[in-house]
């Protein structure tokens, strides 16, 4: 019994749901997403709930069935409230300026590395040493946010680099002089 599949999601006020088939559309203040859901999977609408269904106990059925459900949720809360990143940039003279639909990065290279904002995403920047990622869509976020981290990933020594917020790096000693 999935546990995850199994609660309904509730639909938030101002956003609107279409069903088409296996072709799911939300729409809220935020923006629209669609989802193209497994033809093996049934979602229905009733009384202001969204509820997935599986047509087995099989193993892969109660994994679509968590999936979906995750997937269709995501979808909802993008719409009504919206997801964020922020990242924080740690270095001497690493910093980060958005301009537009470019994201320009300071990181110690020999060149500015300019990162171009997908689309749905928006970046800000509140100060120099910090990136916020937001946007409706939970997966292109957290892309952006991956893809902005890898072009200089925190290093253990220092703790130099682009990390995100809260995250914990864990510290090497390095060499000792001496004996």
Known sequence: MSRIGNKPVVIAKGVEVALDGQH?????????LELDIHPE???KIEEGELRVERPSDQKNHKALHGLTRSLVANMVTGVSEGFTKTLEIVGVGYRADAQGKT????????HPVNFSVPEGVTIETPNQTTVVISGADKQAVGQ???VIRGFRPPEPYKGKGI???????????????GA
């Open 24 to 32: 799911l559309r939300v729409k809220g203040p935020k923006g629209e």
């Open 41 to 43: 999977m049934a979602v």
């Open 103 to 110: 994201l320009n990065l300071a990181l110690g290279f020999s």
């Open 144 to 146: 952006a946010a991956a």
């Open 163 to 177: 990390r995100y917020k809260g995250e914990q790096i864990r510290r090497k000693a390095g060499k000792t002089a």
